[in-house]
């Protein structure tokens, strides 16, 4: 069996399952009967009003936007599916800080509800750094079936790194 970069750690019984799937043909069909909504956010700017209304609604006391935008350089294979930086600038005697949020733009064209699960993740990064019980606790109040959407959205990168097979 070839490994399954995106779901190493999850439990043997789970990766066989996935290989089944992919030998048959169903993963791709699979995905796309339980996500059939696509999203209508195209542009940078329907982006940034969408992550701003996620924030406004669960973070309202966190830091501002300074800009949200799909990022074509990310490779998602490689580096990763979002992105969030502050960035800082002297302005005469103070320090001014600028959060911005950056999402792969294979994201442009997945469900919907992967594009929710990737804002919610980078918007929790504004308020924990760390991948730890906080994280995934804050990452659960903005999406309550955050885990799941985690684990089919590893499913939807493994399709997508393995092309597309008859039956999908």
Known sequence: MTP?????????????????LIAEG???AM???KYEQPHAIRNDG?????????????????????RVLYDGKLQVMKDALGTHTT????HGDRLKSSREIRIASVFRDAP?????????HE???MKEAEH??????????MAPDYHQLEFDLRLYLTHLEAGPRPGD
Request: aromatic share 12%; hydrophobic share 45%.
């Open 123 to 125: 918007l929790a990064h």
């Open 26 to 28: 169903r993963l791709g």
């Open 46 to 66: 329907q982006l940034y009003d969408y992550v701003q209304d996620l924030k406004d609604r669960h973070l309202r006391k966190s830091v501002p936007l300074g």
């Open 132 to 141: 730890d019980k906080a994280f995934y606790r804050l990452c659960t109040h």
């Open 112 to 120: 919907a509800e992967f594009l929710k699960m990737i804002v919610v």
């Open 87 to 90: 960035k800082y600038r002297v």
């Open 4 to 20: 399954l970069k995106y779901l190493a750690g999850y439990p043997p019984h789970v990766l066989e399952r996935v290989h089944a």
């Open 31 to 33: 995905l796309a009967a």
